[in-house]
């Protein structure tokens, strides 16, 4: 049975304060919005602070169940789709169980899912996506240290950016972000009337 709206209410507005509450009303009436971040990598990357041992790799097609174990809500299709298409996962695990993911890809910028609308990568850019860290492990430095992970490799590879979109509502991820060098760009902002979605900016956002 799912949990009752005023109690679903209560909750946020006892952890995350008034504003969050706010932004996630508006964003359940039609009215998105959400930073754009962006990472240059000529700049040091230097360590993050974490205080449970970890283990870090690429997520590979024969771990996907242990994944599925991870992130129960995942879709099966598109997380193997994802990794067909080239996109990447590195994983963090504690004691052979996953504890936290993040996504990433050099060779597109999949907004759909947030915005109704793809971003143009300029050249030399990667984009990271779809972090998460099981509840039970969060604030122990997990998230930063893939992050760092992330653009570590993405630096080797030449890149030199890395960008991400995150909502303004989540004070914990914009945190983490900030400990791996992000900084915000843009302020993007998404009006849903229907079907239809309007972006702005527009920029480099494609139809």
């Known amino acids: 049975m799912s949990e009752p709206l005023w109690k679903r209410v209560w909750r946020t507005l006892q952890k995350e304060g008034l504003g969050s509450l706010w932004l996630k009303s508006l964003d359940a009436l039609g009215y998105r ?3 754009l971040l962006r990472r240059p990598l000529v700049e040091p990357i230097g360590d993050c602070p974490m205080t449970l041992p970890v283990e870090i ?7 996907l169940q242990d994944y599925f174990a991870f992130r129960p809500d995942a879709s099966r299709h598109d997380v193997t789709q994802q990794l ?3 996109d990447r996962c590195l994983v963090a695990r504690h004691e052979d169980r996953i504890v936290g993911a993040m996504w990433g ?3 597109r910028a999949s907004t759909t899912p947030l915005l109704g609308r793809d971003l143009a990568l300029a050249a030399g850019e990667a984009y990271q996506f779809d972090a998460y860290t099981l509840p039970e492990v969060r604030g122990m430095g997990i998230a ?3 992050s760092v992970a992330w653009l570590r490799h993405l630096r080797d590879e030449a890149c030199s950016a890395a960008i991400r979109m995150t909502f303004l509502w989540n004070v914990a991820a914009l945190r983490s972000h900030a400990k791996a060098g992000y ?4 302020v993007v902002r998404c009006f849903r009337l229907g079907s239809r979605r ?3 900016p527009r920029g480099r956002f494609m139809a």
Request: charged letters at 15%.
């Open 144 to 146: 930063a240290t893939l």
């Open 198 to 200: 309007y972006v702005f």
């Open 84 to 86: 067909l298409q080239g």
């Open 105 to 107: 890809s050099s060779t």
């Open 57 to 63: 790799g690429w997520l590979t097609f024969e771990e």
């Open 33 to 35: 919005r959400l930073y």
């Open 183 to 186: 900084r915000v760009v843009a």
